[in-house]
């Protein structure tokens, strides 16, 4: 089992460290103020209230045996976001992922020691513009290879037509790793009810429907030509 740090427990680094639990890492939560830590407690493995920003206390916690840690503390901690970098890498942690709040303190970070460094309001930001104006995008999730995993509504042009026939990988570059589909059903009561289920990597024979959601990988420009417009 993979060993996560994270430290900074503001809404950032809470959710980042609940996550990772839940999905099976093993998660050691670190911020210097109580309250944040009690909030937590019981999200992850562990949860400690200490002055990560101290080398020997990051020393003491085992931080050093952690595959990846996240510093996610905010944009009043700029100088402790730094000198933690900074004892994360003297400790010889691997992969060191740090928010930065501007893009001069993202590069002293790289400067120190960060493996990678993220802007989550900038990010937000700039997803909530793109589904502004690229109304077929649903949702997208953008990874670290540059990738992006996109939730779309097809064209118009490609529905009623199977995944074959579409040939998206061919012409489009993207890959078709799923399909969420409307099932209308009546319960008990006369009453129509509909649901959402995910059809995981998906016959070619499927063709897809008005409602359909294609889940895709690929670049930014090749999820916009699969994705509707209206």
């Not at 020691?113 to 993220?118: D, K, L, M, N």
């Not at 042009?157 to 078709?176: E, F, H, P, T």
């Amino acid at each position: 089992m993979k060993l996560f740090v994270v430290i900074g427990l503001g809404q950032f680094g809470r959710h980042t460290a609940s996550t990772l639990y839940a999905g099976g890492g093993d998660v050691v939560a670190i911020d210097a103020d109580q309250a944040r830590v009690e909030l937590i407690k019981d999200e992850v493995g562990q949860a400690i209230c200490a002055n990560a920003a101290d080398i020997d206390c990051l020393r003491t916690l085992g931080v050093d045996r952690a595959d990846t840690a996240i510093v996610a503390l905010g944009e009043d901690d700029l100088e402790a976001s730094i000198v933690c970098c900074a004892a994360l890498s003297d400790l010889g942690v691997g992969r060191i992922i740090v928010r930065a709040a501007s893009e001069l303190h993202g590069r002293i970070l790289s400067r120190v020691g960060a493996s990678r460094i993220i802007y989550p309001e900038k990010q937000m930001g700039e997803q909530l513009a793109r589904s502004l104006i690229s109304t077929g995008v649903v949702d997208q999730i953008n990874l670290s290879t540059g990738q992006i995993i996109a939730h779309v509504r097809p064209r118009y042009d490609l529905i009623g037509k199977s995944l074959r026939d579409c040939q998206l990988r061919d012409r489009y570059k993207v890959a078709v790793v799923g399909i969420q589909r409307k099932k209308r059903t009546i319960d008990d009561r006369g009453d129509a009810q509909e649901e959402l289920n995910l059809l995981p990597v998906p016959e070619m024979d499927t063709v897809l429907g008005e409602d359909d959601i294609l889940i895709i990988v690929g670049n930014q420009n090749q999820i916009e030509l699969v994705s509707r417009k209206d």
